[in-house]
């Protein structure tokens, strides 16, 4: 009787369990996160990478969502911290249980968060992180931007072949992944190329006055400042150069690029140089559909972190399409066959690294506007 009993015990649990597992609904939405600095200093980052995503979520819904379920955008502010970063990339993953992330924009918090993205095989994609050390996190780490080194070389060979310059001074941040990478691969081609970087100062992360390393790079005779910080930096930088009756031009990398520069920097950047991912004055249809849907929408022209969060949602979403899955190693599978992409930003390649091969643009700054200069393409 005691066996008889235990057998039908046995069998119910059984039962219990099949009927409770068959039973149980598959999610109905697609959870995504997006993580990046939201407030702070380098907030514009964060909050256009977020518009362009949201874009990209409104355009692939209306049209059926992936896999025929609808996006869902989960959101995490940073605050511009590496400890807000990991613990927000935590969050995302094991509370709100999302199949991909997007995010983190800056070089410094991706490195911070993308090992915990490779522990638990959730894909992430950097819109804008270029410090190549974010992939080589893991193979589940994937960027839509180009990197530091491509970014360095090509401001390199801009100045000293299209500029004509000789002679170089450097400003980067050394609290910085991102700054101090992009000074580093820009020396290395620009004295590869024969010319010499005569000056060579740093400074810290939120600093406001630079009037130290500004003298010392007056007795250089340096014939311009190569500036690889972000925007507010970068302007303060300038004002202060100006107040110096330093005449010389500044040449930065796409850290400038924000809607607030020319708003901090006032007219002291006029003539200067940077390095982008795009710009508005492409014919291209892509270019010129999202910029009117975004102005539409926001009521400002889209900026380069806009067109990246965009671009990096699309990727994803046809990953997800082409992979017919939302498992976290098929998506990765499908981000690795990205070829050829026709995004906002150009198109897009992903190569063995998981690195986007793409072109940059070298924007000027002409009164109150930026204007594109030329475009530069990868080596061959």
Not at 10 to 24: A, H, K, R
Not at 206 to 215: C, H, R, S, T
Not at 268 to 281: A, D, M, Q
Not at 347 to 367: C, H
């Amino acid at each position: 009787m005691e066996i008889l009993l235990k057998f039908f015990f046995c069998l119910t649990l059984c039962l219990t369990m099949f009927f409770s597992t068959s039973c149980e609904k598959e999610p109905q939405k697609i959870m995504i996160g997006f993580f990046a600095a939201l407030t702070g200093a380098e907030a514009t980052f964060g909050l256009s990478s977020r518009n362009g995503i949201e874009i990209a979520i409104e355009e692939v819904n209306a049209k059926g969502g992936v896999l025929g379920k609808p996006i869902e955008l989960k959101i995490y502010d940073t605050l511009g911290t590496n400890e807000a970063a990991h613990s927000s990339i935590e969050n995302l993953i094991l509370v709100d249980q999302v199949v991909a992330l997007l995010g983190e924009v800056s070089s410094s918090r991706s490195l911070a968060s993308a090992p915990v993205a490779q522990k638990h095989q959730i894909p992430m994609i950097t819109p804008s992180a270029t410090n190549p050390l974010v992939t080589q996190s893991g193979d589940y780490i994937f960027r839509v931007c180009f990197t530091d080194p491509f970014q360095g070389e090509a401001m390199a060979k801009f100045a000293f072949n299209s500029l004509k310059f000789k002679k170089a001074a450097i400003l980067y941040d050394s609290q910085s992944s991102y700054s101090a990478g992009l000074a580093e691969y820009f020396k290395k081609t620009f004295e590869s190329l024969g010319g010499e970087v005569v000056a060579e100062e740093s400074y810290m992360s939120g600093d406001v006055v630079f009037e130290n390393q500004l003298l010392r790079i007056k007795k250089s005779k340096g014939e311009f400042i190569f500036l690889p910080g972000y925007y507010a930096e970068a302007a303060l930088v300038a004002r202060e150069a100006q107040k110096k009756e330093m005449k010389l031009p500044l040449m930065g990398g796409d850290g400038w690029e924000s809607e607030s520069l020319l708003e901090i920097a006032g007219n002291s950047l006029n003539g200067s140089y940077f390095s982008g991912h795009y710009t508005l004055e492409d014919p291209r249809t892509e270019v010129q559909e999202f910029t009117k849907t975004y102005q539409k929408k926001f009521g400002t022209k889209p900026d380069s972190q806009a067109a990246l969060g965009y671009d990096a949602a699309r990727i994803l979403f046809e990953a997800i399409e082409r992979a017919q899955s939302t498992k976290g190693q098929s998506i990765r599978d499908a981000l690795k066959g990205t070829t050829d992409f026709k995004g906002v930003t150009g198109n897009i390649s992903i190569n063995e690294n998981r690195d986007a091969i793409k072109p940059a643009v070298v924007l000027q700054v002409r009164g109150n506007k930026v204007k594109f200069v030329e475009s530069i393409g990868p080596s061959k």
